[in-house]
T-cell receptor, first 115, second 112 residues
Framework: DTGVSQDPRHKITKRGQNVTFRCDPI?????LYWYRQTLGQGPEFLTY????????KSRLLSDRFSAERPKGSFSTLEIQRTEQGDSAMYLC?????????????FGPGTRLTVL | GENVEQHPSTLSVQEGDSAVIKCTYS??????FPWYKQELGKGPQLIID?????GEKKDQRIAVTLNKTAKHFSLHITETQPEDSAVYFC???????????FGSGTKLNVKP
């Protein structure tokens, strides 16, 4: 069990550019979550996948944000036309199908800085 | 939706003392309450959790208590050590829903 991994760990981009982040969950974890965390705040839910199906999206997830999990394994989060307000830590978490309370295990996050 | 409030925002204790962090939640349908520790530059790490059918849970120096009537839960760390210094987050999950609601975090500083 190697834990949840995220790539890249840091991303600096200019306003208006598109960025894509990748999350690899713990193997056999069929549930995958994306959160956004700004400085001094707790994680805020963005979206949830069960296998390849995106079952829930937050209103925080504007039209510029899209997430996929095409084969039910890794997931990508894309932000189009980035804005300075998108600067944050983007966290991915996964949980096991055997966990009735959806106990989540987080990755190290991708820190995005939009200049 | 759920609203989780966490206090205090910062907590400074002397090594060996106890630390207590408190959270309240608003939705009585919440039934699962994990606590996470986040070190600088890292993702949150689960340290302990409690289900709504349990009033208290202990794991070595860490314990969590839950008062369903008052809708609050607390994290207790005894015999604090400098390596306990981090930001701690509480969270709540509503039964039959998928997402977690997090508190705003408590920065714990354990002075040697």
């Amino acid at each position: 069990d190697t834990g949840v991994s995220q790539d890249p760990r840091h991303k600096i981009t200019k306003r208006g550019q598109n960025v894509t982040f990748r999350c690899d969950p713990i193997s056999e974890h069929n549930r995958l979550y994306w959160y956004r965390q700004t400085l001094g705040q707790g994680p805020e839910f963005l979206t949830y996948f069960q296998n390849e199906a995106q079952l829930e999206k937050s209103r925080l997830l504007s039209d510029r944000f899209s997430a996929e999990r095409p084969k039910g394994s890794f997931s990508t989060l894309e932000i189009q036309r980035t804005e300075q307000g998108d600067s944050a830590m983007y966290l991915c978490a996964s949980s096991s199908p055997g966990q009735i309370y959806h106990t989540q295990y987080f990755g190290p996050g991708t820190r995005l800085t939009v200049l | 939706g759920e609203n989780v409030e966490q206090h205090p925002s910062t907590l400074s204790v002397q090594e060996g003392d106890s630390a207590v962090i408190k959270c309240t939640y608003s939705d009585s349908a919440s039934n699962y309450f994990p606590w996470y520790k986040q070190e600088l530059g890292k993702g949150p790490q689960l340290i302990i959790d409690i289900r709504s059918n349990v009033g208290e849970k202990k794991d070595q120096r860490i314990a969590v208590t839950l008062n369903k009537t008052a809708k609050h839960f607390s994290l207790h760390i005894t015999e604090t050590q400098p390596e306990d210094s981090a930001v701690y987050f509480c969270a709540a999950k509503i039964d039959n829903f998928n997402k977690f609601y997090f508190g705003s975090g408590t920065k714990l500083n354990v002075k040697p």
